[in-house]
């Protein structure tokens, strides 16, 4: 089970860490992500860790500016990491997290069809 929490409204160029706590799954084999969804938008793709050999990915809107991570205990996953830095108001949107029991390709980790298991999801706001 997923669990997402640490959104907020922030001042455009500021930052907040979202969190993603997940029970207890063994890390080399998922594939863990952030999606956002902004309304009236689909829901799309923000990074991605694969378990497996640790590949991070992140959409072109936001690399260099937010960073995946993760915490785990004897290889099992605890809390997955979003810091977001830099934040512009484009950026507003619910964040959720997702993960697969798999190791995710590039052409399939920002696609939402491809994880079947979602946190609840928590709303990120950057306005002044």
């Known amino acids: 089970q997923l669990q997402a929490c640490g959104g907020g409204l922030v001042q455009p160029g500021g930052s907040l860490r979202l969190s993603c706590a997940a029970s207890?799954?063994?890390?080399?084999?998922?594939?863990i992500g952030w999606f956002r969804q902004a309304p009236g938008k689909e829901r799309e793709g923000v990074s991605s860790?694969?378990?497996?050999?640790?590949?991070?990915?992140?959409?072109d809107a936001v690399k260099g500016r937010f960073t995946i991570s993760r915490d785990k205990v004897r290889n099992t996953v605890k809390t997955v990491y979003l810091q977001m830095n830099s934040l512009k108001p484009e950026d507003t949107a619910v964040y959720y997290c997702?993960?697969?029991?798999?190791?995710?390709?590039?052409?399939?980790?920002?696609?939402?069809?491809?994880?079947?298991?979602w946190g609840q999801g928590t709303q990120v706001t950057v306005s002044s």
């Open positions: 860790f694969r378990g497996s050999d640790g590949r991070t990915t992140y959409a």
């Open positions: 207890g799954f063994r890390f080399a084999d998922y594939t």
């Open positions: 997702a993960t697969v029991r798999r190791s995710l390709l590039l052409s399939q980790w920002g696609l939402a069809r491809s994880y079947d298991s």
